[in-house]
């Protein structure tokens, strides 16, 4: 599974720096919130907010007046718990305007031990919207729904946990 997400994120990334008008890395940074959600069963459920900095690097790859692909690399710190994540977003502009909406998918890595019954990878897909600040400032917002389940364990357990992240931030890309 994670060497199928790989290979998807390079064919993605390839295929959009081949059709590319313009190709351009970046820097971007800001707050996160990680929203942790446990549940088992008929026990109920426990919601916990955290929330954190991200600092990360991007490629942005402008196909046309109105479209673009953007994946990044961040680092993320959250309650001392630090995360790599890598967003992938196709990105459209509103009617020759700064403004555009995002959408994607987002691999998040818990660098930190787990339990065993636990894993590393996190999932997730979601909606975000964005703004041209100029051609190199930008501002964006992103919020991303986990689709896997952090709990590995025995089905009998019969636990769902899942972190769901909102990112608001800034960035630079250089010419």
Not at 29 to 37: D, E, I, L, P, V
Not at 51 to 71: E, K, M, T, W
């Amino acid at each position: 599974m994670k060497r199928i997400i790989l290979i998807m994120a390079i064919a993605i990334g390839s295929i959009a720096v081949m059709n590319s008008q313009t190709t351009r890395f970046g820097i971007t940074a800001g707050y996160t919130n990680a929203n942790a959600k446990l549940e088992q069963g008929g026990f109920g459920s426990q919601n916990e907010g955290q929330s954190g900095i991200y600092v990360g690097i991007i490629l942005d790859n402008r196909i046309s007046d109105s479209f673009a692909i953007q994946g990044e690399l961040e680092y993320v710190n959250v309650d001392n718990v630090n995360f790599l994540q890598l967003p992938v977003f196709a990105k459209v502009y509103f009617a020759n305007t700064s403004f555009y909406a995002l959408g994607g998918v987002q691999v998040t890595y818990t660098l930190e031990e787990v339990l065993s019954d636990f894993t590393k990878f996190n999932i997730a897909i979601g909606p975000g919207l964005g703004y041209d600040i100029n051609n190199n400032f930008f501002v964006n917002a992103r919020y991303m729904f986990q689709l896997n389940n952090y709990f590995t364990g025995p089905d009998i357990a019969d636990i769902t946990s899942r972190i769901d992240f909102f990112n608001i931030g800034l960035g630079y890309k250089f010419n």
